[in-house]
């Protein structure tokens, strides 16, 4: 005979989210949550009988040999399986919602773009059919590969969604999302993001109403801190930083459409109840939630503008040291210091795509406001316009070698990735035509003038 839970604790059927979640806090520590004191069981992970009758389960990111320091992998008790009854049926998910990426899918120019902030949907759209793929490379069923995506809801989730393709960086730059998942809940604001494992089950209410955002989908691995090498032990991004949730149930039985995308597609199954029923856990494979604002940003303190893996918020390795799924940068306020340097960055052509999100901006003029965004596609040249780069290489501050002091209310967000990623083409064919016309009228190098000069000429 098991114990049941004291009525007292046993929540009602349909509990509205808190007010405010508490947090554990450390990315990669071995955490442990419950929401009913002995609900946990205190030495195994399955014994014969759990407290109180709860269903033990364990869910792993990672194959059970790797390296412990990587391994992933987080212990559930619920108060029923999760295993469904009643079969998956292959659906039509949301029509731009892209899963599978090859050479018939998107526009590959090596133009660079700019984009204006996407409109909000009509009412009634949650936020996974609110979801449109921006650009993507590769394919879930062989583990490469990675997508952005730009979110815009109007409606809560009723439904239930499951990755089962990739990890999801989740970043609004409108309203706050409640994000309910099974080991509890995560409230990310703006200037926040929210990590997703695959496989976990989810679904987001939006307090506000609306919401709009970014997405990164990672088909390979997992986000993780990136090295910090020379720079030493602290700085950039710090562990104890990242929030994931407390333990939280609800024991709602009415019937609940769990949504499953894997390889691309589609699927969906009915539960019998509510699948956030999980009392207690334990383990590594957890969502977090990271805010912005709290990286520790580096940058030269004597000459030339850094490149932007010094600003590494999460990466995500792949086989060759150097190349990355995703590299997660953070452009928030701080302050340049640079003397004798042209300020903003250099003219470059790299060897990753860059796309670039405005999270928050201090005006909503110009040609970066909230929600704007833009992508420069593999090695193609870029850097900035004609006007900008007047401005700065007379910038009185810069003549002078005075310090300034980014903007706090200034928050970019980019993703750099070593993939190719091909552009989804109606987001290129509304990419802002203003854009490469600021980039005529570069005034020419002085040497050029005349007629063309061969070193072996006579002076
Ligand atoms: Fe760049």
Known sequence: MTAQPPSAQRPPESAPPPDAPRYLTGFGNHLASEAVPGALPPRQNGPREVPFGLYAEQINGTGFTVHRAHNLRTWLYRLRPQVSAQPFVAIDGPPRFVGRFGPDVGVASPEPQRYRPAPLPGEGVDLLAGVQTFAGAGDPAVKRGVAFHLFAATADMTRVFCNIDGDLLIAPHQGTLQ?????????????????????????????????????????????????????????????????????????????????????????????????????????????????????????????????????????????????????????????????????????????AVEFNMVLQSPTQGGAYPTGAFSFTPYLTPHGVSARGYEAAVHNPAAVENRPVRGSDRSVWLQFESTYALAVMPWFFDARDSDFLAGFSGFSVGALGQGPARDPHDAP
């Open 179 to 351: 994000v309910q998942t099974e080991l509890g809940w995560l409230h990310v604001a703006p200037t926040e993001l929210a990590l997703i494992p695959r496989g976990l089950r989810f679904r987001v209410l939006l307090p506000d109403g609306r919401a709009q955002g970014f997405m990164a989908e990672l088909f390979d691995g997992h986000f993780q801190l990136p090295e910090r090498g020379p720079v030493g032990a602290n700085g950039l991004a710090d562990e104890r930083h990242f929030k994931a949730p407390v333990a939280w149930y609800e024991d709602r039985a009415t019937p609940t459409d769990v949504v499953v995308k894997q390889g691309g597609r589609f699927w969906q199954t009915t539960l019998s109840h509510s699948p956030f029923d999980v009392v207690a856990w334990h383990g590594r494979y957890v969502p977090f939630k990271y805010d912005l604002r709290d990286f520790n940003s580096f940058g030269s303190v004597s000459w030339d503008h850094p490149d932007p893996s010094l600003l590494t918020v999460l990466t995500s390795p792949m086989d060759t040291h150097g190349r990355n799924a995703v590299d997660v940068a953070a452009f928030v306020g701080r302050w340049d210091v640079t003397e004798d340097t042209f300020r903003p960055p250099f003219f470059h052509r790299n060897a």
